[in-house]
């Protein structure tokens, strides 16, 4: 019985041992391992870009909402839902934004002139139409 590097044990029958077989196996399982040192080296580095990238982040948001917290401490202590009232806000800038930037993209359709033209002459009630009474 041969046990080499954590390989699974090799029984062999003969009393010759295969050397070059094992070297070739031993050799295999370096390479593999070689190879899984490089992807977790890889990996640490990318991971350590990301920290680095979020904690920038982090602090360009900080610097962002300094002058808010400086102007509005009143605000920052009071709580709607799940926010603070400066994080609410904050929110809902970011929302009215993304709808604009949505509406700019989607074209408006000129084709149907008739029916616009006929909604603009129908009476309207708060904005609603309403019946013509006579």
Known sequence: ?????????????????DVQGMT????REREKRLNLI???IFQKQKNHQLEEFVE??????KFSQE?????????VSQQIGAYSSHIRSIKIKKYKMKLKKRRSHVIISREFKGRSISSKLKPRLKGKFAKKTS
């Open 67 to 75: 002058p808010a917290k400086i102007h509005e401490p009143s605000k």
């Open 24 to 27: 070739h196996l031993i050799l």
């Open 38 to 40: 490089k992807e977790i």
């Open 56 to 61: 920038q982040l982090a602090k360009s948001v």
């Open 1 to 17: 019985m041969i046990q080499l590097m954590g390989l699974p044990e090799v029984v062999r029958s003969e009393e010759t041992v």
